[in-house]
């Protein structure tokens, strides 16, 4: 049963045009996961943010995202405020911008537990220490009562697993949860979260631009490139045998961990032009290799074909043409 249903969500600034986030479409079972990849700048974060009614005030956002069958877009806060940190736990990839440095990390992990589950303090306390345990932060008993700019990076990340877990929701949305640490730390945080959905029986939305996370934790993946579904398909079949030109250069473009430590990072050859978002073509024409004078016509449909859902004029004899966009 689909616990999360998106439907044609789209954010506009007004008085533009071209949406951020254009048409996004996608549903994610009970217990599923699916990971939101693309270039900076692609509206993964976007997206996720309007999920949560978390979008800047000038956004504006259309569509449907139906939580449990509750609808999330264009409700009032109370709405929001009952589902977001009860039913569903967020983590972002900055966990000094999201903890209050004010505030000892204990407190802020009670916090929702007295909001959204009428916990007394005592016991919010201990259910805040107990959390930091299932997040494998050691000597939880003292760690409770200290601020955040007395704990390491990684561990400040462990606090908002523990915070975005105490409520214990059916969805977490992690963004970009491992990307400003260094190497061992992530690996760590990447085992953690893996064990954590499993114990928790979480239902995850991951975003990331690190292609190896999305193996390793997410059964589905969407591929956006400017704010526009491109490729959505298993995990495991997406990186093995990638159909659409833009998830091929992604993969291409990936950091390899041979790589000396003065290789420039990889990335995609030329730069988006937003002229060519006017929906007559292929958003990725101007830096597709494999591009037919078809894409320079419409923008394709969106299709369902024999390994994944994509749009891409190369594919539009091998599948059928779905509303599902
Ligand atoms: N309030 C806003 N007003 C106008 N444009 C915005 C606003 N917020 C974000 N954008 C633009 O929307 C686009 C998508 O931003 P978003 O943060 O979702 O990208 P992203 O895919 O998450 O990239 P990153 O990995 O760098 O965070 C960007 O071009 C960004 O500049």
């Not at 956004?59 to 109370?78: D, H, I, K, P, W």
């Not at 039913?87 to 007295?114: H, M, T, Y």
């Not at 190497?183 to 954590?196: I, K, N, S, W, Y």
């Not at 004078?293 to 449909?301: S, V």
Request: net charge neutral.
């Amino acid at each position: 049963m689909s616990l999360l249903v998106v439907d044609r969500l789209s954010i506009t600034v007004p008085g533009v045009s071209l949406p951020l986030v254009d048409a996004l479409s996608f549903a994610l079972d009970a217990g599923g996961s699916l990971a939101i990849v693309g270039e900076s700048g692609s509206g993964k974060s976007l997206a996720m943010q309007a999920l949560l009614g978390l979008q800047a005030p000038e956004l504006r956002v259309q569509g449907s995202a139906r939580f449990n069958g509750r609808e999330l877009v264009g409700v009032g806060e109370a709405t929001l405020n009952a589902v977001r940190g009860a039913q569903i736990g967020f983590v972002f990839q900055d966990a000094s911008l999201s903890l209050n440095p004010f505030l000892p990390v204990g407190l802020q992990i009670a916090e929702s537990l007295q909001v959204h589950r009428g916990a007394s303090r005592a016991a919010a306390w201990q259910e805040a220490q107990r959390l930091l345990d299932a997040v494998r932060v050691a000597r939880p008993g003292q760690r409770l009562a200290q601020y955040p700019h007395e704990l390491s990076g990684g561990m400040r990340q462990r606090v908002m697993f523990a915070a975005a877990l105490a409520c214990r929701p059916q969805l977490l949305i992690a963004d970009e949860p491992t990307t400003a640490l260094d190497a061992t730390v992530q690996r760590q945080l990447v085992d953690l979260l893996r064990d954590l959905r499993r114990d928790f029986a979480l239902s995850l939305l991951l975003i990331t631009h690190d292609l190896g996370l999305v193996g390793e934790l997410c059964e589905q993946t969407l591929v956006l490139y400017a704010g526009r579904q491109m490729e959505v398909g298993a995990s495991a079949s997406l990186l093995r045998a990638p159909q659409h030109p833009y998830t091929q250069a992604l993969l291409r473009a990936r950091p390899s961990l041979t790589d000396d430590v003065d290789t420039p990072l990889p990335a995609i050859p030329g730069a988006l032009q937003r002229a060519q978002l006017d929906g007559r073509r292929c958003r990725f024409i101007g830096r597709c290799t494999q591009a037919m004078a078809e894409c320079d016509g419409a923008e394709p449909a969106w299709r369902v074909a024999e390994r994944s859902a994509l749009r891409c004029h190369r594919h539009t004899s091998s599948g059928k043409t779905t509303s599902g966009e």
